[in-house]
Every structure is written in C-alpha cells, then in structure tokens.
C-alpha cells in the first residue's frame, strides 16, 4: 500500500461531508442529471449544488459529460460501488437502525461478546 495521504484522505471525506452532498449522489444513483434538474429536486440554489459537484468532481466521485442541452453529471461507479459496500457494511454492524453508530463503550462490548462467541465449522 502507498504511504498514507492526510491530504488526499481529507479531500475524499470533506467532500462526502455533507447532506447535500450524500443527497447529490443519491440523486445521482438514478441517472444522470444536470445541476439545475439536481437543484430543483433538492430545492436548493444552483451555486449550491455547483459547489459540491465540483468538490466531488475533483475527487472523482462524479463525472461529467457535455451533452446538448447541458452539462450531466453521473455517478464514478468504479469509486462509489466499494465505498457503499464499506458503509453499508459499516451501518448494519455498528448503526443499529441508520440513526446513530454505536459509541466506542458498547462497541467495545460488542467486540468482546463477539469474540467469545463459539464458532462451529460444519466439514
């Protein structure tokens, strides 16, 4: 593995950290869409929604094509399918009912349970 980047690692979260962002890609999960059909479905002002695409389009979460009516963005499959795979992982483990994840005290006791739990391998 490279050497660790805060940097680049700061990047990739700032820009996933926030709603209109998250709802950005939810949108985006659908099918392609241009920032004005993007901010009328979240109600929010275009420059809004131009400044997160652009911050998820710098860290290639999005991509962009010109089509003849105007600029669509769609998703970058290749980095959003691994990533909802950890968090979706991530939230059925340690966020029990999507609300909030589980403090580090239970999780600990969780992780202890868990380990002395028997496990039967069936040959």
């Given amino acids: 593995m490279d050497d660790f980047s805060n940097e680049a690692y700061y990047q990739l979260f700032s820009s996933l950290a926030s709603r209109t962002s998250l709802r950005i890609i939810d949108i985006l999960k659908k099918e392609p869409k241009s920032i004005l059909e993007i901010a009328n479905e979240l109600n929010e002002k275009e420059k809004n929604i131009a400044k997160r695409i652009e911050e998820l389009e710098h860290c290639a979460i999005i991509r962009s094509d010109k089509s003849e009516k105007a600029r669509q963005y ?50």
């Avoid at 968090?87 to 349970?113: A, D, Q, V, W």
């Fill in 74 to 123: 769609s998703l970058n499959k290749e980095i959003i399918e691994p990533l909802s795979e950890i968090l979706e992982f991530h939230t059925s483990k340690y966020c029990p009912g999507l609300k909030e994840c589980i403090s580090p005290e239970k999780l600990r006791n969780y992780m202890k349970k868990e380990a002395s739990r028997e496990t039967y391998i069936e040959h």
